[in-house]
């Protein structure tokens, strides 16, 4: 498999779709992701677009089983004109958790690409579930004004968070991996999605916003389950049938934005309807 490009066009950007991850531009360098996020809206990327073009037989582990890197990645990151993004801020990754532990062991491909990037004046939100992005920590130290490290942690709930993301870390785990880049004096940052909307998601909620009220990232993002592709029939198969649509949305919204407020903490809920539904 060869990649003609490292940095693409983000689908997750504010020209996009109004969400402050990045400029536009993202670095995705594999196919396929091993946590295995039931809900994941790049698995419709991957198999359905297949923007690189990869055999159907590329797909065959299903996903969560299959991860593929390009054959010339370490071509890629040496001539990256990264210059040219100079000043811009670049999402690590919009398709794929940039620190799953094929990615990182034994070539370090994030770091080399941070390595390669940050010394040339691009910044980087780097969005993961993995506490193994705590190995570039001096990285990110070290170019702490270029440089916010996002977890997605769509909730504390460590039974939901078995069912629908088999293959993830923890959320303690996650929520310890910031603490010790906030620590550190890294810009850090959440992002609650999907919020699933099945009973009891309120207090769910809840409880999360409590714990990010103590930790206190820089920002805190969340949107709810938009479907996409099969996501929500698999969900459905696991026994989950959550709400969806325009009004579904405006309820999360708000309460969410009350958390934000009565926690003190900065950030955005991701709307994907018209506000006359809010």
Known sequence: ????????????????????????????????????????????????????????????GGWGGYLHVPDNLGRLVES?????WRGEVLLMSSTHDPYLPRLYFP?????????????????????????L???????????????????????????????????????????AALRRAKEAGVRTGVVVAPIIVVGGWEERLRRLFEVLAELGPDVVYGEVLHSRGSNVTLLRKLGLS??????????TGRYFEKLLAEHGLKGEYWYE??????
């Open 80 to 84: 990256t004109p990264w210059g040219r």
């Open 133 to 175: 992005a705590l190995q570039d920590l001096d990285v990110f130290a070290r170019y702490r004004g270029q440089v916010t490290l996002m977890y997605s942690v769509p909730t504390l709930d460590w039974a939901l968070t078995r069912l629908t993301e088999p293959g993830a870390p923890p959320p303690g785990a996650r929520l």
């Open 273 to 278: 309807w018209s506000h006359k539904f809010r």
């Open 1 to 60: 498999m060869m990649f003609g490009s490292l940095v693409r066009p983000s689908a997750l950007s504010r020209e996009g779709s109004g969400k402050a991850l990045s400029s536009g531009w993202a670095v995705n360098f594999a196919v396929g992701c091993t946590h295995g996020c039931v809900f994941c809206y790049a698995r419709r990327i991957a198999e359905q677009l297949n923007p690189y073009g990869l055999p159907e037989s590329a797909f065959a």
């Open 242 to 251: 959550p709400r969806l649509g325009p009004r579904a949305d405006a309820e």
């Open 107 to 131: 070539h370090r491909w994030p770091r080399r690409i941070l390595l390669a990037a940050l010394p040339r004046g691009v910044g980087f939100t780097v969005l993961t579930r993995s506490p």
